[in-house]
């Protein structure tokens, strides 16, 4: 099953037909218990139990469940807010011994918003209020599963985010189904920061270096091909070019795979790559040229692939999708 997404919207609806939760700034999964054994899959529907080993924990109370499904969003906290950056690097982890590692330096927090299956019985088809009302008489909660509150005062929970540093509010209509795998306006995501994921066409080092990262020429994904958004630099230095350029020598070197035109001057000195890695860019906004203002780093998506980009047609939207 693929999670329900939300729509992007510029305000908060009013009126007692909504509630409202906080946005984490996080990623998207499910997680299946069944008998007491935790899976959890990514919102492509991909096996990343591995790399969350507190949630297979009996101290983090779901092995102690027969039978429930729950959407959420997993959240690394720093420094009393979440972290994409740390969250990023632990998700494709797919050795046991590290994951054990991170899940000591960096611990996720599972933000369960929503129940999908309980006892066998699918709840998919009742109303919001009715699943929230199981999922809060399900007793879940611990270091590690917590289940946010929701909020009637749309408007004063997003200028409380704002003021927290938090990345926005989702909206959702209390009568509403859950509808997997799509995107309804049911739920309304609004977002303070504009984020987004795009595709990386191309590399350079930095300037006198050969060992060194220093940049990334990224492109948007479209039914018309990969079309330049431009260059990044900001948030590559030290560790996380490190380990990002090691996975970039890796990707085969087919041409410029962008069909629009690259600037001549940033062209020069570029590795071109095979466009399959998807990552998550930070901006303010496109130029009239379509250029990104002011990108920055935030990670690379392992749970997005391109096919996925296109499919749902949200690559230069908020990612996350809660």
């Excluded at 050795?95 to 933000?111: C, D, H, K």
Aim: net charge negative.
């Amino acid at each position: 099953m693929r999670p329900m997404l939300a729509t992007p919207s510029d305000r908060v609806p009013p009126g007692d037909a909504w509630c409202h939760e906080i946005k984490w700034d996080g990623m998207r999964v499910l997680v299946d218990v069944q008998a007491g054994v935790v899976r959890v899959s990514s919102r492509t529907e991909r096996d990343v139990t591995i790399a969350f080993p507190e949630l297979v924990r009996d101290d983090a109370g779901l092995t102690a469940y027969d039978d429930i499904l729950l959407d959420g969003e997993l959240v690394v906290m720093a420094e009393g807010r979440p972290s994409f950056k740390a969250l990023a690097e632990r998700f494709n982890v797919t050795n046991a011994r590290v994951a054990e590692q991170l899940a000591g330096s960096a611990p996720i927090t599972f933000m369960a918003f929503d129940v999908l299956r309980v006892m066998g019985t699918p709840v998919t088809s009742r109303p919001l209020r009715e699943r929230r009302q199981l999922l809060e008489g399900a007793g879940l909660g611990s270091p590690w599963v917590q289940v946010p509150p929701v909020f009637d005062e749309g408007e004063t929970l997003l200028g409380a985010t704002v003021e927290q540093g938090i990345e926005g509010v989702v909206s959702k209509r209390w009568s509403s189904s859950y509808n997997a795998g799509r995107r309804s306006d049911d739920w309304r995501k609004i977002v303070h920061r504009r984020t987004g994921s795009y595709v990386v066409g191309g590399w350079k080092f930095e300037t006198d270096s050969r060992d060194r990262l220093g940049s990334l020429l990224i492109g948007a994904m479209t039914p018309a091909g990969l079309l330049y958004r431009g260059r990044i630099g900001s948030g590559l230095a030290g560790r996380t070019g490190a380990a990002l350029l090691p996975r970039l020598r890796e990707l085969s070197d087919g041409g410029n795979p962008f069909v629009d035109e690259v600037p001549r001057e940033e062209r020069v000195g570029v590795t071109w790559v095979e466009p399959v890695l998807v990552v998550d860019i930070e901006h303010h906004g496109h130029a009239d040229t379509g250029r990104l203002r002011q990108p920055s780093w935030r990670g690379v998506r392992h749970d997005l692939t391109v096919d996925e980009l296109l499919r749902n047609d949200h690559a230069e939207e908020d990612p996350a999708d809660a």
